[in-house]
């Protein structure tokens, strides 16, 4: 495989045309054609089906594409942390960011990663994992902060644990169903509950299936926003399950409250998360840096909503 193989394939799936692709890379249809043929033909494989309305992958074509992202943004980033060293260029950094720490601890981050690093062009997304993990498979992600739970994540990714939070079922204030006491006293409402692709069994068992609660699948929604979630709880009465210090965020238009449940869930790990084999550049360390600072300033500090938040937060370093 050649790199303007690669190139060509990523820019017709992006595009879902060759005559797109062509302008992409600034090419003729015939050179990105040549190109998408030879590489079938190194393979022995079909990558393409095409069509008078375009074109769309193959199931090879599929898995290719995913290496070749990954490829092509390894070898993009490798490049512009040369030249920045060379003082040539600018760096991105793209990073997922888990809500809860968005509403505690990105701020601080985010400040005194501009005054050390003040020329890297800094992307962040809402990083509910159903959204990360994509995203890091490809390389469009740099790294992630947040929760790794299903088996299948643990082999693919890598995580460096950092602290590990209390979480809790969440209602509204005001819920009809707020003075529950166990689990099984909630099968019968709607629930909203984030989750990646794979991760949806790990979580039900997590959350009922091993308390013997029995639920109707149907009534699960998944969101794949923090601001799904709050619209949902707060406007559709549904229940969810999120770190607990969700409940006292100001953003929340409307109280939430955390039920007090017989059923208990153990503490979830707080993590760097990053593809397997994969490095950080420096960069990315010095955004984990700046973002480890930031909680331990909190974590020793003696006022109240600092002290409140670390009633639910166990720094681990």
């Given at each position: 495989?050649?790199?303007?193989?690669?190139?060509?394939?990523?820019?017709?799936?992006?595009?879902?045309?060759?005559?797109?692709?062509?302008?992409?890379?600034?090419?003729?249809?015939?050179?990105?054609?040549?190109?998408?043929?030879?590489?079938?033909?190194?393979?022995?494989?079909?990558?393409?089906?095409?069509?008078?309305?375009?074109?769309?992958?193959?199931?090879?074509?599929?898995?290719?594409?995913?290496?070749?992202?990954?490829?092509?943004?390894?070898?993009?980033?490798?490049?512009?942390?040369?030249?920045?060293?060379?003082?040539?260029?600018?760096?991105?950094?793209?990073?997922?960011?888990?809500?809860?720490?968005?509403?505690?601890?990105?701020?601080?981050?985010?400040?005194?990663?501009?005054?050390?690093?003040?020329?890297?062009?800094?992307?962040?997304?809402?990083?509910?994992?159903?959204?990360?993990?994509?995203?890091?498979?490809?390389?469009?992600?740099?790294?992630?902060?947040?929760?790794?739970?299903?088996?299948?994540?643990?082999?693919?990714?890598?995580?460096?644990?950092?602290?590990?939070?209390?979480?809790?079922?969440?209602?509204?204030?005001?819920?009809?169903?707020?003075?529950?006491?166990?689990?099984?006293?909630?099968?019968?409402?709607?629930w909203v509950l984030n989750f990646a692709r794979d991760g949806r069994e790990t979580l039900l068992e997590y959350l009922f299936y091993r308390h013997g609660a029995m639920i109707d699948e149907q009534?699960?929604?998944?969101?794949?926003?923090?601001?799904?979630?709050?619209?949902?709880?707060?406007?559709?009465?549904?229940?969810?399950?999120?770190?607990?210090?969700?409940?006292?965020?100001?953003?929340?238009?409307?109280?939430?409250?955390?039920?007090?449940?017989?059923?208990?869930?153990?503490?979830?790990?707080?993590?760097?998360?990053?593809?397997?084999?994969?490095?950080?550049?420096?960069?990315?360390?010095?955004?984990?840096?700046?973002?480890?600072?930031?909680?331990?300033?909190?974590?020793?500090?003696?006022?109240?909503?600092?002290?409140?938040?670390?009633?639910?937060?166990?720094?681990?370093?």
């Open positions: 495989m050649k790199l303007h193989q690669l190139q060509a394939l990523v820019a017709s799936a992006e595009a879902g045309s060759i005559r797109g692709a062509a302008r992409t890379l600034g090419l003729s249809q015939a050179a990105v054609t040549r190109a998408l043929r030879e590489l079938e033909t190194s393979q022995g494989l079909p990558l393409l089906v095409r069509a008078t309305e375009g074109i769309s992958l193959t199931e090879y074509g599929k898995v290719l594409l995913t290496h070749a992202k990954l490829a092509l943004n390894q070898l993009s980033r490798a490049q512009n942390e040369l030249a920045r060293l060379r003082g040539r260029s600018e760096e991105r950094l793209s990073i997922g960011i888990t809500p809860w720490i968005t509403l505690t601890f990105l701020t601080e981050t985010v400040l005194s990663f501009r005054q050390r690093m003040p020329n890297v062009r800094l992307e962040l997304f809402e990083s509910l994992m159903a959204v990360a993990q994509p995203l890091l498979r490809t390389g469009d992600m740099d790294f992630a902060i947040g929760p790794l739970h299903s088996s299948a994540a643990m082999q693919e990714f890598a995580c460096e644990p950092i602290l590990t939070y209390e979480t809790a079922i969440l209602v509204r204030d005001g819920h009809p169903r707020q003075a529950c006491r166990s689990i099984h006293d909630l099968l019968d409402q709607d009534r699960i929604v998944r969101a794949q926003s923090l601001g799904m979630q709050q619209i949902l709880v707060e406007n559709a009465d549904m229940c969810t399950w999120c770190p607990a210090i969700i409940a006292a965020a100001p953003s929340f238009r409307i109280p939430l409250r955390a039920l007090s449940l017989k059923e208990r869930f153990e503490p979830i790990g707080l993590s760097i998360i990053t593809r397997r084999n994969g490095t950080l550049s420096s960069a990315a360390r010095c955004f984990v840096e700046c973002l480890l600072q930031a909680i331990r300033r909190h974590a020793r500090s003696a006022r109240k909503e600092d002290v409140a938040l670390f009633e639910t937060l166990t720094l681990l370093a």
